[in-house]
């Protein structure tokens, strides 16, 4: 009889502790961003106000962990080749999701 209230007491100290891990969710938690706010990321990241994102203002714009892989990310959302992103270009990029490699 001893051992079933020292087995609830073990379970809910377990749950205690791994609640605040659990409510986190990791990275499939976070919400992507808006249209708007994604427009607005652009509208920040255009530093010389030509309406288009050079490489070094893309590659400043980005998250230092994924500034290592500005090439692959580049060459994937230059459609056009042209070395700058027009505003449309950013937009058509995959939103809410990591670039793996």
Known sequence: MKSIPVLCLSL???LLVAAPALAQG????????TPEQ????FTAADTNKDNTLSKA???ASLPERQQARVEMIWSNI???KDGKLSKDEFLAMPAGRRQRQ
Not at 38 to 41: K, V, Y
Request: aromatic share 4%; glycine share 4%; proline share 10%.
């Open 38 to 41: 994604r427009a607005a990321r």
């Open 26 to 33: 990791g990275d499939q938690a976070r919400t992507p961003p």
């Open 57 to 59: 203002e893309f590659t």
């Open 78 to 80: 230059d459609a056009n």
């Open 12 to 14: 809910l100290t377990s």
